[in-house]
């Protein structure tokens, strides 16, 4: 009987000690350039500089997520980016959260992958009049992505030094346009610091335990987007365009999921086109089913607990308004806010160029088949 107490008390301090979370803070300083990714953005081809400040968390346990992702790291932070040609690109304010994974790691050395994702506010958007040669961004507020490397030198008194080549996008999602969006190549050095670190009691549960791996799901979206009309001048905006959706998933594993979905599309602004000799838009569609487009895809979604990265390769199966569109891609996030219901973020394009954010919510249905 002491030999099984002394083994639970063994096992609860084990558990007790590694159920950690620590908390650091980090400021990190980059340069880049700009890339011009599209004809006519040759003029937007600057150097820039930007700063960072970060807080992050990591949790210690023997949650699976925990232990397959090697304790990634969570966090908030806020960037500036100064671009040299100000008069006309103006300077960026982004406000984020980010995810860095642990990739390999020694004990002095490691490399790591960060995804930040956020909002930004630039400075300088295009006008007519008085700001034509900006046609990367119309609108101030914009979508924020960075994407980076990192290797990481561990220093004493557990501060970190990350030199991280990386990529970052401004875009608003073809919500006004013109929207070539801005892309920045770019190399930071950063030092960050773990300032405590705290027992953690919470249980961390998987909901998808228990749940089927079989999965029946339902989509509806619903935003407002813009076409361009004559060379980068856009309409203004405030076409609706709409996804419904329903698809198949299965999951084979807790980090993935692969499946298929049919999908139709409503854009608005496909009922009209711009009118050069009149100079302005002129209706050439009356009806609902004269612009909508049905299509099939195939996905994966990778899973790390209640969030999903998805990613979607689509054919349209029936398109008679734009039949030179063959193919779409569909990449962004989901939410599941329960086991049933989830909030979907994902930008539908066709190779690089953005059609519109599809901002809305689903239905999942996991009862049926074998119990996972």
Known sequence: MKRLVVVLLLLLLCCYMSAQRTHGLEAKFYGGRIVPHRLGMDALAQPSMAGEINYYFSTHTDNFYDVKYRFPKHGFGINYNYIWNHDVLGSACAAYSFMDFSLYEKNWFGLGLRVNAGLAYLTRKYDRETNPLNIAVSTNLCFYFNLGFNLVFKLPSDFALRLSPGFL???????????????DVFVSLSLSKDICTKEFTRERKNYQDGLSPHEAWIMGTCVSSDEYSVGYEGRGGGFISSTMAAGYNYQYGKIGKVGASLDMFYEENLMY?????????????????????????????????????????????????????????????????????????????????AQFIECGIGFSCRRWGKKG
Do not use: W
């Not at 401004?170 to 919500?175: L, M, P, Q, T, W």
């Not at 039949?323 to 394009?349: E, P, Q, S, W």
């Open 169 to 183: 996008h401004y875009s608003n999602g073809a919500v006004k346009k013109p929207n070539l969006g801005l892309n």
């Open 273 to 353: 086109y711009y009118n050069e000799s009149e100079g302005g838009l002129v209706r050439q569609y009356d009806k609902f089913g004269d612009v909508v487009r049905l299509g099939l895809s195939v996905g994966h979604q990778l899973v790390y607990r209640r969030f999903e990265l998805v990613t979607c390769f689509g054919m349209y199966v029936f398109n008679t308004v734009k039949k030179g569109d063959l193919i779409y891609t569909r990449i962004g996030g989901r939410y599941y806010c329960t086991n049933f219901m989830f909030v979907n973020l994902t930008l539908k394009a066709i190779g690089f160029k």
